[in-house]
């Protein structure tokens, strides 16, 4: 397929080290095989995360110098809060530094020793939050998303018939959130379709569960309803986002995705009094002052640029142009990936092009490290390695997928980038067999992908 080409051009330059294979190996082996402990200088392309790694625009740059510092109703805040308005149209928005400050303050509010809240996947921290606020978070992925070989146009919807089960088989008073991922980030970076939404909407209402929405890819999501789903194809991206967020009760966001930020986060409350008033409580001790939520009056102005800045139709046709591409290129070349690509990034099914590998030996985890060694490319394991293991049992989860997500930062890379990581996988699936499993010799207990250390199984 072709390329679409970049919408902007390029002002300033970061350059890029290359080191030999010998030296990556003994970087990665020093590194404890973890991808979290290599340092950036010693990575060629780093598609680990889209979060925090985009670039920002001359407008966002200019806009930094325009923060207003002030500790309390900052100018800063208030554009930021017109920027939310503008896109959200809810009644509170509360800034905090990231998504999972976001999960913090608000995951506690809603949940309880005994509770359960159900989406239809739940993002690492966001799993990881609803578990410290003592609930039990439970997936349901349509089932659509498990085959990764086959075309669905909304792989990334809720599972309705299973979360009436889950409902029904916990009692909806013990329910305490559903939570709609939009993209859904750990499927795949799938889209949720508006009836999706709609319907879900629907499900929480009558049985008066609050319907909140992890929003850190809102515009992708919005531009692929328009460009697929009936009915959207002559609607702006801001107003199909006006609509998605109309269904839900409140949102949390990570803004290091879709703010083009390299660090903030967002809260929104629909309409709840009680809710924004809890919000604005716990906000004030962990996050500082709620006109400034941990960050810096400067960042507020860079995000209210970059928040309308990701609803560009022609940014975001470049954007998913890039994971087109890239996950199109490899599928030609026979390098199994979720298909169709979603928003962010490639996930490359390394559970079916290493079926060699069971997945307590972790082959999203393997194929990561095998893609540093071969042209020092970073990517990250979304799989059994990152769910980690059952806080009751201590038994290892299998997840419902086996990935290597190559993840795609917001206007960084250019084309010959992504074709050197399209060659590097090549060769990789050429020699697919001699790739070893890896053990875990060193483990925290909560969200252990980030520090555990590990072994090749030889
Ligand atoms: C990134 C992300 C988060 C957490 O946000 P951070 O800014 O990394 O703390 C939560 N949910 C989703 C869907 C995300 O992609």
Redesign the pocket.
């Known amino acids: 397929m072709d390329y679409i080409a970049e919408p902007f051009k390029i002002k300033a330059v970061e350059p890029l080290k290359v080191l030999t294979r010998s030296e990556r190996e003994q970087k990665i082996k020093a590194a404890g095989y973890n991808l979290f402990s290599v340092r950036a200088e010693d990575v060629y392309i780093d598609l680990m995360t889209d979060?925090?790694t985009g670039a920002m625009s001359q407008h966002q740059w200019a806009a930094i110098m325009t923060g207003d510092e002030a500790y309390a109703g900052a100018q800063s805040y208030y554009r930021l809060m017109d920027a939310c308005q503008e896109i959200f149209g809810y009644a509170y928005f509360q800034p905090v530094h990231?998504?999972?400050?976001a999960?913090k303050v608000f995951m506690p509010i809603m949940l309880a020793d005994g509770k359960v809240a159900v989406s239809n996947t739940f993002?690492d921290?966001?799993r990881a939050h609803v578990e410290l606020a003592g609930a039990t978070a439970l997936d349901c992925a349509v089932p659509e998303a498990a085959d990764t070989d086959s075309f669905y146009p909304f792989k990334g919807n809720m599972d309705l018939e299973l979360l009436e089960k889950a409902i029904a088989q916990y009692g909806a008073d013990r329910i305490g959130m559903i939570v709609m991922?939009v993209t859904n980030?750990s499927a795949g970076g799938q889209p949720v379709s508006m009836q999706n939404i709609r319907q879900t909407a629907a499900v929480a209402k009558k049985h008066h569960i609050p319907f909140v929405i992890?929003a850190?890819?809102y515009a992708e999501n919005a531009y692929f309803i328009q460009t697929r789903e009936p009915g959207y194809a002559d609607k702006s991206i801001i107003a199909i986002a006006r609509e998605m967020f109309s269904c839900a009760d409140a949102f949390?966001m990570?803004a290091?995705?879709d703010g083009i930020v390299n660090m903030g986060?967002l809260i929104g409350v629909k309409e709840d009094e009680l809710l924004i008033r809890a919000v604005k409580e716990r906000v004030i001790p962990y996050e500082g002052f709620i006109t400034y939520g941990g960050l810096a009056g400067r960042d507020l102005d860079a995000l209210a640029v970059g928040l309308l800045e990701a609803t560009d139709e022609s940014y975001l046709r470049y954007r998913i142009g890039q994971a087109e591409y890239l996950g199109e290129t490899l599928r030609a070349a026979g390098v199994p990936i979720q298909y169709p690509t979603g928003g962010h990034a490639v996930f490359v099914d390394a559970g079916k092009m290493l079926p060699h590998i069971p997945y307590d030996q972790f082959p999203g985890h393997a194929l990561a490290v095998a893609l540093y060694e071969e042209a020092g490319i970073r990517s990250c394991e979304i799989g059994s390695y990152m769910l980690g293991r059952d806080p009751k049992t201590g038994e290892q989860l299998k997840s419902m997928f086996e990935f290597t997500r190559l993840a795609i930062p917001r206007r960084v890379y250019t084309q010959a980038h992504l074709d050197v990581v399209a060659r590097a996988l090549i060769a990789i699936n050429a020699r697919r067999d001699t790739l070893p499993g890896y053990t875990i010799t060193d483990e925290p207990p909560v969200l252990r992908h980030f520090t555990a250390k590990l072994e090749p199984i030889r």
Do not use: C, I, P, Y
Not at 98 to 101: C, K, T
């Open positions: 979060s925090g990231q998504g999972r400050a999960e993002f921290t966001t991922t980030n992890d850190a890819r949390l990570s290091k995705k986060g």
